[in-house]
């Protein structure tokens, strides 16, 4: 027995010492679950790291390889319902999600909470597009009692983008689960942004379940949203490309907000890793974003409402009447864009070019936007729509009238580039306070 006593006791110790490891995981008492930190940089973001999409893509949620072991990539939906199932246990949740809200075996997650008898399920929330994702850009959308499960599905892009008080008074908790594409005007960060908001208003604790950021979490690119042009399509003060997670983006949003926010995070997720890494399927987050290529386009063909220069074929060719396709492909090829390559090509009368994208990794989706657009301008003189009483959708885009200006004036997109550089780099430095990976 002298013998054995010993023993209990190392193994009574070792047991409470794991305990107390994975007990500092998540503190209940902070306002957000997170990984720790890495050490904080000057603010300027190192250069695009990873593999070239070439490679051979991993084995669905295989993850990424770190010091020659293989770590699971899990999204925030599935440690939820393991490590962080305590959150939700024995109360009624309010889920905003969409068709993009599942599982890395494709199971959605408004049907695993559905099948949890230790939780009530009692609300459902959709963003633009709606819950399934099939309606078009800007279409008002219903709210409607859901078919089979027999609750509420009420639409935060109909009557109302901010849930009130009557949507939220029959739960405990309001979960986020929606894949976002990692551009600024890209509403469901929006829808985010207004839920924290209703939520802190109406005493309602949030919980975002993380996703990776598509482009990656390295480039921050593009002029930073100013004050007087928050709205829908740039609902914080972000540059087009923010580089941050839903989770992180929930956190940054909460320096405003003050809600009871908790970012339950992805494991075997790094800054440096775009969808491709994350060996996850692509599920259409709307209409227009079927594949990843549109979603690398967004930003880098989408940028010139107003202007008669126009995306097309789901964000893969950008051009306009009055273009000449040789002439501005060989402006952008020569520029020295990182990762991609432009084929000129005519679209009825409209010239233009398709992107072919080489590097996923180095693509830079908003400084190539903005680089298309300085080139149409010198290429065919468009008008610059301009804000008045009214701002135009130009600028809410842009999240400024300064381009607007810098394109009438004349500027090169270096110099343009030069010209937002100084608030992009305010912003990393505001960044680094709010990064999870």
Partial sequence: ????????????????????????????????????????????????????????????????????????????????????????????????????????????????????????????????????????????????????????????????????????????????????????????????NYCMVAAQKYGKPVLVLDRPNPVGGLIVEGPVMEDPYITFVGVDNLPMAHGMTAGELAQFFNRKIGADLKVIPMEGYSRGMIYQDTGLSWVQTSPNIPDLDSVFGYMATGLGEGTGIAQADKFKWIGGKGIDARRFADLLNNAGLPGVTFIPEVRGEAGGVRLKIQDYHSFNPAKTGIYALAYAHSLNNFTVPKSGETIVMFDKIMGSDKIGRYLEQGLTPQQIEANYTPLLNHFKAERNNHLIY
């Fill in 1 to 192: 027995m002298k013998k054995i006593l010993p023993l209990l006791v190392v193994i009574f110790l070792v047991l409470f010492l794991a305990g107390c490891s994975e007990n500092n995981i998540v503190n209940t008492g902070d306002p957000q679950v997170t990984h720790p930190q890495p050490e904080a940089s000057n603010g300027i973001e190192a250069g695009p790291a990873g593999d070239s999409q070439d490679e051979a893509p991993q084995d669905p949620g295989s993850g990424p390889e770190t010091g020659g072991e293989t770590t699971r990539f899990k999204l925030g939906n599935e440690l939820l319902m393991s490590k962080y199932h305590y959150l939700v246990e024995g109360k009624k949740v309010g889920l905003v999600t969409n068709q993009s809200g599942v599982n890395s075996r494709g199971q959605s997650t408004i049907d695993v909470l559905a099948s949890d008898k230790s939780l009530q399920l009692t609300a459902l929330y959709g963003p633009e597009h709606g819950i399934d994702g099939t309606a078009s850009a800007g279409e008002y959308v219903e709210s409607y009692t859901h078919p089979v499960l027999g609750i509420p599905v009420y639409s935060l892009y109909g009557s109302t983008r901010m849930p009130t008080a009557a949507m939220l008074e029959n739960i405990d908790v309001l979960v986020f689960d929606i894949q976002d594409i990692g551009a600024r005007s890209y509403t469901y960060m929006s829808t985010l």
